[in-house]
């Protein structure tokens, strides 16, 4: 199966060889061209004809050398164009992994926030006996701290219950007999 960023160029699916400077010279002499008057034709200057003529490797996508293809008759014209569509599709398949790369990244980081979350610890305020609020940590996950019903689950048995009721009940009768107290026209 053909993967889809491959692509297959040239003889036996391999990209030619670059050209040289020295291949260059070879064709323009071929072509029985001087310097000079390959640049009158092209439209570039001598300067550059004799750049490309010295270097290690032409370009092919160069200014210079795309003028000078017009002129001359260069070989493997196709591999620029297949070069082009190879670093296309390189391209496109590291932008495709950083991608994937980044979307994992966001959905590690999405996780650990929601795990974060679950776990985040905030201050109680809770109103005191003294009427201040409550600096204490709620527990984990909760609004309140240990002291005001963050751990607390509440009585269980039918004893409990009943236990519960009856000290609010006496903590409510000592209210209301301290309130008549204090204020007897009440």
Sequence with gaps: MKDQWQVTCGENGRIPMPMTGDDLAKIRKAAGLSQTKLAELSGVGRHAISYWENRRTVKRSAHAIVAIASVLDLPDTSAVKCARAVWGVRMRARIAAENRAIEL???????????????????????????????????????????????????????????????QRRRWARWRAEKLTDNPNA
């Design 105 to 167: 990244s966001l959905q590690r980081l999405k996780a650990q926030y929601a795990v974060a979350a679950d776990q985040r610890r905030v201050r109680c305020n809770a109103k005191t006996r003294k009427g201040t609020h409550c600096w204490c940590s709620s527990a984990p996950g909760k609004q309140r701290c240990k002291y005001h019903g963050g751990l607390s689950t509440g009585a269980r048995t039918e004893e409990g219950r009943e236990r519960i009721a009856q000290a």
